[in-house]
């Protein structure tokens, strides 16, 4: 399987890729990084809207239509859900190497 270019993702674009399954403004995606995270994963309003320029640009969020409000909201794409998707699978093969290398050991050690 060819890695795409994009992946690892960090941390942050992780969550806030997560968090705009939904769509959210810039202090909601905070707020809910924050809960995703349970508290661990914590962004300046400079960090979040320059990563918002950045997923806009690589198509993976966009902003949803001018509403009434003066806030601007985004939404994930068809295209970064499936950038999660690369990642989740990315993890899972990382989780299973490392699960199964403990375990080799794990069986040595007895």
Same mark, same amino acid.
């Given at each position: @399987?060819?890695?795409?270019?994009?992946?690892?993702?960090? /941390?942050?674009?992780?969550?806030?890729?997560?968090?705009?399954?939904?769509?959210?403004? %810039?202090?909601?995606? @905070?707020?809910?990084?924050?809960?995703?995270?349970?508290?661990?994963?914590?962004?300046?309003?400079?960090?979040?809207?320059?990563?918002?320029?950045?997923?806009?640009?690589?198509?993976?969020?966009?902003?949803?239509?001018?509403?009434?409000?003066?806030?601007?909201?985004?939404?994930?794409?068809?295209? %970064?859900?499936?950038?999660?998707?690369?990642?989740?699978?990315? @993890?899972?093969?990382?989780?299973?190497?490392?699960?199964?290398?403990?375990? /080799?050991?794990?069986?040595? /050690?007895?």
């Amino acid at each position: @399987m060819k890695r795409n270019k994009h992946l690892p993702l960090t /941390e942050t674009v992780y969550y806030i890729l997560l968090s705009l399954l939904e769509p959210r403004h %810039g202090y909601l995606v @905070m707020q809910r990084v924050d809960e995703l995270s349970e508290g661990q994963v914590k962004m300046a309003a400079g960090t979040l809207y320059g990563a918002f320029e950045n997923l806009v640009k690589l198509h993976f969020i966009e902003p949803v239509p001018e509403q009434e409000s003066r806030r601007k909201v985004y939404v994930i794409t068809e295209e %970064g859900k499936e950038i999660l998707r690369l990642e989740q699978e990315r @993890m899972r093969a990382l989780l299973s190497v490392t699960d199964q290398l403990l375990r /080799e050991e794990k069986h040595e /050690e007895v």
